[in-house]
């Protein structure tokens, strides 16, 4: 996928998260326990709510959602009242890994990822985007384990790049809705869209 880069500025006004699920749960027909059936590949979704915008901000940010329409988009994600630091260059240590722990090596020196921090990590050329379970703090030479939600979708390669400064979420549009707009009687432009995690 070669998606369309949506704009650093403006900020979004609103950002509603959902975690998209493809598992399921059993219910027998006669009363049994209830189970959960997990399946991989669970993914997130953003619903982002842009301010008000007047007219040449606006027709770039129509333009770009509506090639993104076709092409997908990647959208940079904001973390309200989290200081995310100096974390060094982080990347995937070693390879085979699976599940929800990830090896890291090359952070700083007992950098502090907080519980429900985003990551973004780049692998075979697609993003993935991963939410931190537990607050996690490296150790003197910037290496550690990180919980992940969801599970990892791919094995990462060793060495693949983790983002945590600016961490995205790559995917597609979900429909004609979030390539549309409305203006009101002050000529203010309103745009609202969703993006679904591709893989």
């Keep these: 996928m070669t998606a369309v880069v ?6 979004p006004a ?8 493809f598992g399921g749960f ?25 301010p008000k915008m007047e007219g040449p901000v606006a027709r770039q940010w ?11 988009v ?22 085979g890994h699976a599940g929800t722990l ?4 090359g952070g700083s020196a007992s950098y502090v990822f907080r519980q429900g921090q985003w990551i973004s990590l780049l692998s075979e050329g697609a993003r993935f985007l991963y939410m931190i379970a537990a607050q996690t703090t490296l150790n003197g030479s910037g290496a550690g384990t990180l919980p992940l939600i969801p599970a990892l979708r791919v ?10 400064v600016n961490p995205v979420i790559v995917g597609w549009l979900n429909g004609a809705q979030s390539a549309s707009w409305t203006i009101d009687n002050a000529e203010h432009f309103g745009l609202v869209f969703t993006i679904e995690e591709g893989q």
């Design 6 to 11: 949506l704009p650093a500025s403006p900020g």
């Design 14 to 21: 609103d950002q509603a998260w959902q975690p998209v699920d």
């Design 26 to 50: 059993l219910r027998p027909p006669l009363g049994g326990p209830v189970q959960r059936l997990n399946r991989l590949g669970n993914r997130w979704s953003v619903t982002v709510t842009m």
């Design 62 to 72: 129509i333009a770009l959602l509506n090639l993104g329409l076709t092409n997908g």
């Design 74 to 95: 990647q959208w940079t994600i904001r973390q309200p009242d989290l200081t995310i630091g100096a974390p060094g260059a982080p990347r995937v240590s070693g390879t």
């Design 102 to 105: 990830l090896p890291i090596i």
């Design 155 to 164: 094995p990462p390669a060793n060495n693949d790049t983790i983002t945590v």
